[in-house]
């Protein structure tokens, strides 16, 4: 069974970023928008902070 481990859930910008833990992924982000579509690219990363950074330049760039 896998689990998924909540991180950090961050309001910015209009949206939502999510940093979340998955046995089978690692370290991950989505951002979610007002209207509830959900953005990612679906990389994975080693630590949490580094899922939330990634998060945090990509809001940053307009992506």
């Known amino acids: 069974m896998n689990t998924t481990k909540i ?8 949206l939502t970023l999510l940093v979340f833990y998955t046995e089978a992924d690692c ?11 959900v953005f990612g690219k679906g990389k994975l990363y080693y630590t949490p902070e580094a899922a939330e950074k990634a998060g945090r330049e990509w809001i940053e760039q307009g992506n």
């Open 7 to 14: 991180y950090s859930i961050v309001g910015t910008h209009n």
């Open 27 to 37: 370290w991950q982000f989505r951002l979610i928008s007002a209207g509830g579509v």
